[in-house]
């Protein structure tokens, strides 16, 4: 699963980090990194509530 953040849209709030911070994180609390993640169903799981729960709707899964 793959993951694309809109950074005009990010406001790094953390919510996705919060989600699944193995995948996503925050450097110096304004960037966010979102790094290629293991295959792996709990883990995809938490990647779409990371995407849902982004206010910003800045998330997009794109594989
Ligand atoms: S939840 Fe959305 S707005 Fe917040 S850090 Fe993640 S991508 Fe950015």
Known sequence: MAVEVNRD??????LCVAAAPEVFELENDEELIIREAPADAELAARIKVAVASCPRLALRVTD
């Open 9 to 14: 849209l990010c406001e790094a709030n953390g």
